[in-house]
């Protein structure tokens, strides 16, 4: 285990175990579903990425408001910052990647996961997620990075954790492989200048790379986690137990602007950049994630044993525990 991932999952849990030393649990904003008529207040808290986006049509196409909820959108760009939020309780509901649900989960930091945006597909053509080697690289399959250097966009995330298992799966060890955190917008240029050897990117990334013409040699997600959540929309057992018709109304308006966000990809694309530095002209033509609200056990476990496989936590997730019924 790196260092890394156990000052991620540390971190994580000493500002989840902190909030609920300071604030008792209690949602702050929120009131109880008394009056069927009553607006009830949910604050979300998201990252600025494009699964997101069902969150910003809920709102735009008035979901929310036709369940009687008055939502406020934080944005917080890092889970490190969305968890401790949500246990808090300054926020009701969050959007947070599966690795970073399952370790706090594994930390003991009580989330229940509601609902999904994004899910990974089978489809390497469809993944949002690609592995680019230089042009000129003699890298001609995964097996060849043994022994290089690839640039992640984060250690302990399920970026890595995907890569990793993907490489094996190919037929490389992951273990000889050396893991380098880049930022998504540096690493073509790390690229390109020799510090590393591959980066493992996302979309909208992904396009800058094939215009540079680098070389795809792999789809990660496609290989190792086919079918499995992407983001999470995650609460905690205390708001559920506090204010579960709300609850079940914010996580079926959700589902509806999920579908409707996979229904309408011309809709996806032009609010991506209202809420995020995604220029207009990227959004046009970048790859979408697939957006499907259908949470089960079995998409979230893809993860947690990956997880539990590669050490990315120390014990295994109760994930029967860990995904609520709400619809």
């Known amino acids: 285990m790196t260092k890394t991932r156990n000052l991620l999952t540390a971190g994580l849990l000493g500002a989840g175990l902190l909030a609920l ?18 607006t009830r207040k949910i604050n979300v808290t998201v990252a600025p990425v494009v699964d997101t986006s069902p969150v910003y049509l809920a709102q735009q196409q008035g979901l929310f408001k036709k369940k009687n909820l008055e939502v406020t959108i934080s944005v917080a760009p890092t889970a490190g910052a969305r968890i401790p939020a949500l246990v808090s309780g300054a926020a009701q509901f969050g959007l947070v990647g599966s ?53 992640v966009g984060g250690l302990g995330g399920g970026g890595e954790l995907s890569l990793r298992a993907a490489l094996d799966e190919a037929g490389a ?37 094939k215009a540079s013409g680098a070389r795809e040699i792999m789809s990660p997600g496609a290989l190792a986690v086919p079918g499995a959540t992407q983001q999470i929309l995650v609460t905690t057992q205390d708001y559920l137990g506090k204010d579960p018709e709300a609850a079940k109304d914010f996580v079926d308006a959700m ?15 032009k609010i991506l ?19 499907d609200p259908d949470l089960t056990v079995e998409r979230v476990r893809i993860w947690s044993d990956l997880m539990l496989r590669y050490g990315f936590v120390k014990k295994e997730v109760n994930v029967d525990e860990l995904v609520a019924e709400v619809r």
């Not at 390497?124 to 690289?137: H, I, L, Q």
């Open 99 to 151: 690795a970073d649900v399952l370790q706090a989960a594994s930390a003991g930091i009580p989330l229940r996961a509601v609902g999904t945006t994004s899910v990974t597909t089978k489809d390497p053509a469809r993944d949002t997620g690609k592995v680019f080697v230089a042009a000129d690289s003699d890298v001609k399959d995964p097996a060849d990075l043994n022994g290089r250097a690839v640039a």
């Open 255 to 269: 589902a509806e602007a999920t579908e409707y966000a996979a229904e309408n990809p011309q809709a996806v694309r």
């Open 273 to 291: 950049p209202t809420f995020s530095k995604t220029p207009q002209k990227v959004a046009d033509t970048m790859q979408l994630p697939v957006f």
């Open 173 to 209: 060890d992951s273990s000889k492989v050396k893991f380098l955190e880049v930022p998504f917008d540096s690493m073509l240029n790390s690229l390109e200048t020799g510090q590393v050897d591959a980066i493992s990117t996302v979309a909208p990334f992904t396009d800058a790379a």
């Open 21 to 38: 030393t300071a604030c008792g649990g209690t949602a702050a904003s929120t009131s109880n579903s008394a009056d069927a008529g009553e």
